[in-house]
């Protein structure tokens, strides 16, 4: 486990707000190409009633908002689980730098398993990917969340676990 | 090719505005469980700045509202080109009903080629799948598109083919 991600931890932050909410505990933040703030977020799929409203892709979209353009070129993305194949999808289009995450999702991942997005050639862009960083807390707090809930499942494969 | 697809006739629509606005064009319809429209969209990445501005996910996004749920159980999706693998998990996610789509996406799409969602093990929701409906004219809206372009691409994957 690497320490030191100041933006992990921010990340952490925002997964707790979605545990305190009810949500599957997720948090994504991203980064601009200087390295300051530019988008935080955590998963809301039940609260906003959208099955999209993944942490990654409401980062990336209020991101894409603030910088004006669909791509997010130069900037990096810190989320506190592997993204599913849809994340990972987006994090492509919007050509980013980095993705650093956190716990891996052996069953609902997109990258390390399944799709594994970006091994695959109708994927067009490939950002640096760094993961198992700080994932002792994120699949903590996943972990605590699913074990007050019954039964498995994947956690970002919606409510009904 | 099948002929009798009112609501992929709308899709077809739908993609031609988005060529209109200089957007790839690729359109998309839902209907509810009764078979009546729900929500309608087309790509518009460029006029959102959104890379996840994909005419299925603001279908998908919009049907949820619609119903106040972020399962869209019992829907159908029509949409013009094959999905790529964001919008396919999306699908997933969304645990529509069936899904019907028009022209294949060798180079971008995530169902017949590259990432396969509906194939894995880490997609733990598969719709009935129809392809090459009114495969004809949505191709062709995507090849006059591209035509007035140079260079090739993906025609999901953003604009700058």
Do not use: W
Request: charged fraction near 25%; include cysteine.
């Amino acid at each position: 486990m690497i320490d030191d991600f100041p933006f992990m931890r921010m990340a952490l932050e925002e997964a707790r707000r979605a545990a305190d909410m009810g949500e599957v505990p997720v948090g994504a933040v991203i980064t601009d190409a200087d390295g300051a703030l530019l988008a935080r977020g955590h998963n809301r799929v039940i609260a906003d009633r959208d099955p999209t409203a993944h942490a990654e892709l409401i980062a990336i979209r209020q991101a894409a908002r603030v910088l004006g353009s669909e791509r997010l070129t130069g900037c990096d993305l810190y989320v506190t689980l592997e993204p599913c194949a849809m994340c990972a999808q987006a994090i492509a289009f919007a050509r980013m730098r980095r993705l650093y995450f956190g716990a891996d999702d052996p069953k609902g991942g997109g990258i390390t398993v399944g799709a594994r997005i970006f091994d695959r050639d109708t994927t067009h862009h490939r950002p640096e990917i760094y993961g198992g960083i700080l994932d002792a807390p994120a699949a903590g707090l996943l972990k605590a969340f699913f074990a007050r809930r019954r039964g498995g499942g994947s956690p970002m494969d919606g409510a009904d676990e």
